[in-house]
């Protein structure tokens, strides 16, 4: 009998949500974003998976590449950052890798790279993000440079949106008009389409500007909404389109009559208002359950609404279960999932939803649904 402690993986979900993605831009291809581990659902399951649906996956780095291509993933890999030096680039180039570029050292290395096969690149325009890319007052010499370089096959102009999940900020707006009258610019001047990458998840829901010849999503991909609470009616509609492809779980391992006045975990944080009835639960920060999770946080116990008693703990929470029936040892627990979003959980936490899945430990046992 092995701790109850689990994470599913519903890859069947997986493709779904990609296949809304795409409905909601049918005219662009789909560069699926599987870096840091597909967002802590399993890089070479989520390819596969995804393989048969989208033309180019992307990663953070060379290592990430090189992990899907061991996997046997023969797709297009981008790699999001580019290179960090000229062997790094020799082998992306060798892999058949397309490469970021987003600053002169790696334009450098790039013309003196010495080899028979050219490689695809993705000039990185900074739009008002301000953390990678060019200035586009510096695209049009950067842009002539890699067009006529004989190691480049081809040129694709790309930005990343910096507030796209906050539907009432205009400065995506900004940044797609400087986007636009550069690649406006770009085309006046070479006398050509030039193919561009704009929208990430929020951008492919929300901003239609944003949707460009390669959109990329990545956390819509994983059913989590991308969308700020305060943007509750954006966020909902697309949370209703999306299914969660991650469920946490685990079971009640203790349960305890706790008297008025007693409390519960460590630091004394929580005290019983009323006699009490509380469930231990064999989850905490060592499988992934975040320790900044405040008291009164949903967990789902036997499907019904339990509220977070006591500090996080390594390997336990507790929960106060007082009002809810029949709860016994071994009763289910989801702690995020399709019932309970995991942006709830993480809107108790003070983080985002990305972050809780993306940081899902080794330790945690893993099921997966496949198609």
Known sequence: MTRPTEITIDLNALVANCHYAQTLSPDSQTVAVVKADAYGHGAAEIAKALQQSVTMFAVSSLEEGIELRQQGISLPILLLEGCFSQEELFIACKQGFSVVMHNLGQCQ?????????????????????????FSPEQVMDIYSKLNSAKQVTNVVLMTHLSAADEINNNF????????????????KQFSKSIKTSMANSAGIKAWSLARGTWNRPGIMLYGVSPFMPEDKLTEDDMQRHLVPVMTFKSKVIALRKVPQGESVGYGNTWVAAQDSMVATIAAGYGDGYPRTAKLGTPVLVNGQKAKLCGRVSMDMITVDVTDLTEVEINSEVELWGKKLLVNEVASWSDTIGYELVTRMPKRTLRRTINP
């Open 172 to 187: 995506t707006n900004e940044q797609l008009a400087k986007f636009i009258n550069c690649r406006e610019q770009l085309e």
């Open 109 to 133: 290395m790039l013309e003196n790279l010495d080899t028979n096969t050219s490689i695809n690149v993705w000039l990185k325009v900074d739009t008002g993000m301000h953390r990678l890319g």
